[in-house]
């Protein structure tokens, strides 16, 4: 079954720091771009980061620029944000997402790990 | 840059027809035939109903359709059923600068 399962997500205090993972699994992890999209609570859902197949190719939005990191381990399928300088508006659901071959969209999507920034 | 802008809710009776629009501008729905339309039961992963505009996952039920006209895209449920109840939000990309962006969200109710 092809999935992707996320992981890492908690409380952290305003200016801290949490790193989530999504283990990948059902297919060629390192074949595909991957993302990461949020959705804040009453939000819609919002395009974070995404990373080409070799990781040497990696975008963001601009509001986290800066404070975090897309990174990934394909010899362990998997797909991490490093976030740092936390704030309370990044408090969120994150979704780990692939990326079709050779296409602009995201198909597998996983349910998602819950981060909340607050004191 | 802006999320597109989708009616807030729609509503229909089982099997009725209901369309959902998506209105962006010309550097992004208007320019790319890259947009996409998911599906997002809360607590679950979304799950991809439309890409490249009008084309259909094999897995998803042909009465999930889209268009396009200018800058303003459509999801067309056709013969609603009870378990179309959900959020549903378009995504298109937008250029190298901005990457992907996405609708504000609509809520389908079944009657």
């Known amino acids: 079954e092809v999935q992707v399962v996320e992981s890492g997500g908690g409380l952290v205090q305003p200016g801290g720091s949490l790193r989530l993972s999504c283990e990948a699994s059902g297919f060629t992890f390192s074949s595909h771009w991957m993302s990461w999209v949020r959705q804040a609570p009453g939000k819609g859902l919002e395009w974070v980061a995404n990373?080409?197949?070799?990781?040497?190719?990696?975008y963001s939005v601009d509001s986290v620029k800066g404070r975090f990191t897309i990174s990934r381990d394909n010899a362990r399928n998997s797909l991490y944000l490093q976030m740092d300088s936390l704030r309370a508006e990044d408090t969120a659901v994150f979704y780990c997402a692939r990326y079709l071959l050779g296409q602009y969209t995201m198909d597998v999507w996983g349910q998602g790990t819950t981060v909340t920034v607050s004191s | 840059q802006s999320a597109l802008t989708q009616p807030r809710s729609v509503s229909g009776s089982p099997g009725q027809s209901v369309t959902i629009s998506c209105t962006g501008t010309s550097s992004d729905v208007g320019y790319y035939n890259y947009v996409s339309w998911y599906q997002h039961h809360p607590g679950k992963a979304p799950k991809l109903l439309i890409y490249?505009?009008?084309k259909r996952p094999s897995e998803v039920p042909g009465r999930f359709s889209g268009s396009k006209s200018g800058n303003t895209a459509s999801l067309t449920i056709s013969g609603l059923q009870a378990e179309d109840e959900a959020d549903y939000y378009c995504c298109s990309y937008a250029g190298s600068d901005i990457h992907y962006v996405f609708g504000t969200g609509t809520k389908v109710t079944v009657l």
């Open positions: 990373i080409n197949q070799d990781g040497r190719e990696k």
């Open positions: 490249d505009v009008s």
